[in-house]
């Protein structure tokens, strides 16, 4: 688990990065994908996306306010995607020292 503290707005948060935390980033980006490729279904996915926020929102601490939830879940999504990124990496480099 890796705990990350962000300062969003001059207030300081703290979040874990649980396996539920990574999965509920996975599906909130899905379901951004969704709605800008189905403008449409926008309203029927936006409650979707809002109850996925409100997940990933439990993660965070102190509870975020609400002019800042939106950075901090910004700040986990780029964390994520980082922590991802340095995954990918570290298993290329084994499958190159395996060549």
Do not use: W
């Amino acid at each position: 688990m890796i705990v990350k503290e962000v300062e969003v707005n001059g207030s300081l948060y703290k979040f874990t990065l649980t396996g539920q935390v990574l999965s509920q980033v996975d599906r909130l980006k899905n379901l951004y994908s969704q709605a800008y490729d189905d403008p449409e279904a926008f309203e029927q996915i936006s409650s979707d996306i809002a109850g996925t926020i409100s997940n990933i929102a439990a993660a965070i601490e102190p509870p975020a306010s609400d002019n800042d939830l939106d950075g901090v879940i910004q700040e986990i999504i780029t964390t994520v995607d980082n922590r991802k990124a340095e995954m990918n990496k570290q298993v290329t480099r084994k499958r190159r020292r395996k060549r």
